[in-house]
């Protein structure tokens, strides 16, 4: 899909993307993109950046990019959801290469790690189906298992 966007949420978007929510039962799995934005404003050691996901010129999804480690090389993808109306498109699934690439051509990392509710099968399932490993390690503060991409070379 050519017509995949990623842009920084400023305030030509950002109502947009708070208007983006999840399915009701997947709510209890990720915080809302409100919250996110809050996040990347006051959590300022992570240095979060919010992202919407557009398609052509409509906002479908976010991400949140942030707590980089410039010694081991990896920075957080957090928060990546498509709106409920969106979803069941195939949009995720086109997304996941778009924001690996994002990613790898503007932060000097070698890998993408992210965190999971445990009790999340399908997130679990589609982070491994699009190259993501389960790592075996728990984010402790959220109770979360932590998956792990690496930059093919």
């Known amino acids: ?18 208007s983006l929510k999840m399915d009701e039962s997947q709510q209890s799995f990720i915080e809302s993109n409100e919250i996110s934005l809050l996040e990347s404003i006051y959590d300022t050691k992570n240095h979060w950046t919010c992202y919407g996901l557009f398609f052509k010129e409509e906002a479908v ?8 480690n410039k010694e081991e090389k990896y920075i957080w993808l957090d928060r990546f959801m ?20 994002y990613i790898f051509t503007r932060f ?37 298992e932590i998956f792990s991409y690496h930059q093919l070379k």
């Open 108 to 144: 000097d990392v070698n890998e993408i790690v992210l965190s999971v509710t445990k009790n999340n099968l399908n997130a679990k399932t589609f982070y491994e189906k699009h190259g993501f490993k389960n790592t075996g390690l728990i984010d402790q503060e959220f109770d979360e």
């Open 1 to 18: 899909m050519k017509d995949l966007k990623i842009h920084p949420v400023d305030s030509s978007n950002w109502r947009q993307v708070v």
């Open 61 to 68: 999804g976010f991400m949140m990019i942030g707590a980089e």
């Open 82 to 101: 498509i709106d409920r109306d969106h979803q069941g498109k195939g949009l995720g699934s086109a997304f996941i290469p778009v924001v690996k690439e």
